[in-house]
């Protein structure tokens, strides 16, 4: 097998963490985004949405998205589990990871791609209204991560999940964004740290 | 265990296709979302994101997110199998689920958010202007729809899954969009026959 990998956005980000919180290593193909390698010939045949990561199984087999990568080497490699334990475990993992791309990842990516100008060919038509009113939509979910954090080590737990990885992202990706982190959300910044410190965030 | 639902909107009714095509039956609670029930001091507790469906466990335990609630579901009554099987599968399964709700589903939402009338007091800032731009993102992804379906029954594969039922509700929501479904689109139409004539759909 192998990933086409996109570098340093968030999507390829993520899986490379998964990837290295489960200690597997696989071939990767690199592509580069800022050439607009992902709208290749070569990716588009791969992948008709022109997006990164793709993963490449030995009979041809493709499976894009992020997330749909992470489970397949979930099931393959069950341990640690990222995706929770159990009906309930599964359920409250599914919940923030999904809580946390819809509602933060997503509202920081719609706030770069609609207002960088490094974004003007990514995102057409860019309505820099549009991502400022995204702005807002990040920071009051900060607040409700916040809250949570304050109950709980992890975003989805006591245990370190892909709710973990995708906040990971999205709260590096407010710098390129350009959304200040608020200084009062204590709860996700020791969390921010921890989750920053393991080996996996370098990948 | 009871699910607070909320009617028509397209989030609480996968859920309810869900549990029918899994023949499970469970005590639910209706919301009125046309009066803003969702955002009632009741549901806040439940769910900070004022959102609907939730599910409540007999422990007290929260569940929101139809995707996650449907997979708490799976996960006590595997069969049939709606995410999938194996590590294949269930990684297909979740690819088409995300692509459809990403591309399709959060597309044609967006559309109806930002331009209806009846949604000004529910997407605050009303973008117009994004609201268009989301028509020709959701019709080129029914492009790619398409041509999967001109070589598979379902949306993941041979067999119905999560996946059909995001796509239901995505093209049952054109009409309130205002997206005129495309004549062209033959293999989704057959497809769109196929998954509304099953009895889930009427639920």
């Given amino acids: 097998m192998k990933l086409y990998d996109g570098g340093r956005a968030p999507n390829p980000r993520r ?3 998964f ?7 696989i ?16 990716i588009t045949a791969l992948n008709p949405l022109q997006r990164l990561p793709v993963l490449e199984l030995d009979d041809g087999t493709i499976i894009t998205e992020s997330v749909a990568i992470s489970r397949y080497f979930e099931e393959l490699n069950p341990e640690p589990a990222l995706f929770g334990k159990g009906a309930v475990g599964k359920a409250q993992v599914e919940m923030w990871q999904r809580r946390v791309e819809l509602h933060l990842l997503a509202t920081v990516a719609a706030a770069f791609r609609h207002i960088h100008p490094a974004m003007v060919e990514w995102e057409v038509p860019q309505i820099p209204e549009w991502g400022e009113a995204n702005k807002p939509k ?11 954090l304050g109950k709980s080590a992890f975003i989805a737990g006591d245990d370190y999940s892909i709710a973990d990885i995708t906040g990971l ?3 590096d990706f407010f710098k390129p964004a350009r959304i200040q982190m608020p200084e009062h ?12 410190n393991r080996p996996s965030a370098k990948a």
């Fill in 15 to 17: 899986v490379r963490i």
């Fill in 185 to 196: 959300v204590t709860h996700v910044r020791r969390w921010h740290d921890a989750v920053s």
């Fill in 138 to 148: 990040a920071l009051a979910f900060l607040d409700i991560l916040d809250e949570r």
């Fill in 27 to 42: 071939p990767s193909v690199p592509i580069d985004m800022g050439a607009m390698g992902h709208r290749s010939a070569e």
């Fill in 19 to 25: 990837l290295a919180e489960k200690g597997i290593e």
């Fill in 169 to 171: 992202v999205a709260i």
